[in-house]
């Protein structure tokens, strides 16, 4: 328990498992060891996955943010660490590897003296690890029929903070860039909303102080100077325009550089502002508009960027209570290595403003642009689309949740078919792993309610599973 309590942990397990003595311990290592998952997503054997997990969550001590502050606050570092370690081990049989790695835990427990309660916490980590993620990356933590769920689940704010650190290092040991910055604030945003709830206390992220501080930050940066008492009221009027969980997972530099464009917005125009972001190696694209400029905005914009070659690895779509829609998207961008040129940022963002304000149609940009068809070729073997609808969830939105192998221009596919539908994409969240899609989209019919007509939902499902089918086989064609 030493060993696993740190400091120099996963060295240590390191240098055990290739001297073979770690199996001793934990016999699950030496079934995984040079185990492959055969998939694009994962980059090493599921051993040397396990072991650069516990490296990356013994990394956070240097974190300075809230995951840094997180870890270095967990009492037991020893079970946290060993759940790391263990998180994966039941892969390789028939089992759901969680269920597997469950009973491989309670088995690790008892072997190492644990009482009843630290081995229930480790199960219980092990078992549910994929649970934040799935909870952050596919729903809104800001429903109140998410996070109370999570947070029972959870129960307990050590557990919390364990289930956080290991969910982040899972990720970043998948492979270089998978943690994004983006996903790093999802999952903080559920971490902080859930924290209220498992500790009994109302300041974590929802406080009025801690938006008060944002407000104040913002308002200082000089793209909104002016009288400082003014401008720090209209931002905290401007924040109030905003879902909690933008305010809360974006930065005060950021929000400030949002708010700028919105105070510059007329009605009827588009603004489109894109930057590389060297840290992450991609680009971002922001569009502040009005969601009455023309329908279907968010299928368009990726209309457009589908034309442009450009590849959508996140989007964060946010309609403000105001009606006034920012939308952001991290993009890669394959014709260049590093920073594509300014021109190029600006001939795309142009190219949307251009469709948002009926000066072109989107189906134009997509027939000019031939990368298309020069995308690369599906492999031989795929995973079947599937497209399940959740009306449970949310009170307000009928949520699906869609997975599909990847291709340029899917996305534009799916948005578009909820468009020509009749329907409306009130939130999203789009995650791209590498040859896989797990996106999740908040739907709503022409007067703003979900779905409830058992015939709709139907023609919902079967429509996006259809003409996703119909653009891979066209693709493979």
Request: proline share 3%; glycine share 8%; charged share 25%.
């Amino acid at each position: 328990l030493a060993i696993l309590a740190g400091p120099g942990t996963a060295k240590t397990l390191e240098a055990m498992h290739r001297a073979s003595v770690l199996e001793k311990l934990v016999p699950a290592m030496g079934t995984v060891r040079g185990l492959m998952q055969f998939n694009q997503y994962h980059k090493y054997t599921v051993d040397e996955h396990s072991l650069l997990a516990v490296a990356r969550a013994e990394a956070l001590a240097q974190d300075q943010g809230v995951m840094g502050d997180v870890y270095r606050s967990i009492k037991r570092k020893d079970l946290l660490h060993l759940a790391v370690l263990l998180h994966d081990l039941g892969k390789g049989r028939e089992e759901d590897h969680s269920d597997v790695g469950k009973r491989l835990a309670e088995e690790v427990a008892a072997r190492l003296g644990f009482d009843e309660q630290d081995m229930r916490t480790l199960s219980f980590l092990v078992h549910r690890h994929l649970l934040m993620a799935h909870t952050a990356f596919r729903r809104d933590p800001n429903d109140v029929k998410v996070v109370l769920p999570f947070a029972r689940e959870v129960g307990t704010p050590e557990v919390l903070k364990k289930l956080l650190v290991l969910t982040a290092a899972d990720i970043a040991a998948v492979g270089p860039g998978v943690l994004t910055k983006w996903k790093e604030s999802l999952l903080i945003e559920l971490y902080q909303l859930t924290m209220s709830e498992v500790s009994g206390e109302r300041n974590g992220a929802g406080a009025p102080e801690r938006v008060r501080q944002i407000a104040e930050e913002v308002s200082r940066h000089p793209l909104l100077a002016g009288q400082a008492g003014e401008t720090l009221a209209w931002v905290e009027s401007q924040l109030g325009q905003f879902p909690e969980r933008y305010v809360h997972g974006t930065s005060p530099s950021r929000i400030a550089t949002h708010l700028a464009a919105v105070r510059r917005l007329h009605v009827g125009e588009v603004l489109v502002e894109a930057e590389f972001n060297g840290e992450l190696g991609t680009c971002e694209y922001t569009v502040v508009t009005h969601n009455d400029v023309t329908p279907g905005i968010f299928s368009k914009i990726a209309g457009v960027m589908a034309g442009s070659g450009v590849q959508i690895l996140d989007a964060q779509i946010l309609t403000r209570a105001d009606g006034i829609v920012v939308d952001t998207f991290q993009v890669t961008d394959p014709d260049y290595q590093g920073a594509p040129p300014a021109e190029r940022l600006r001939t795309v963002g142009d190219r949307i403003a251009s469709v948002l304000k009926g000066w072109e149609h989107v189906d134009d940009v997509l027939r000019r642009g031939a990368r298309l068809k020069l995308t690369r070729s599906l492999p031989k073997a795929r995973e079947a689309t599937e497209v399940r609808i959740d009306n449970e969830t949310s009170d307000a939105y009928t949520i699906i949740d869609v997975f599909a192998d990847d291709r340029q221009g899917l996305l534009y596919v799916i948005t578009n078919t909820i468009f020509q539908l009749g329907l409306s994409i009130h939130a999203a969240r789009i995650s791209t792993r590498l040859d896989q899609v797990a996106d999740v989209f908040y739907i709503a019919d022409r007067r703003g309610k979900k779905l409830d007509d058992h015939g709709q939902l139907e023609r919902l499902r079967t429509g996006v599973e259809t003409a996703i089918e119909n653009f891979l086989e066209a693709k493979a064609a």
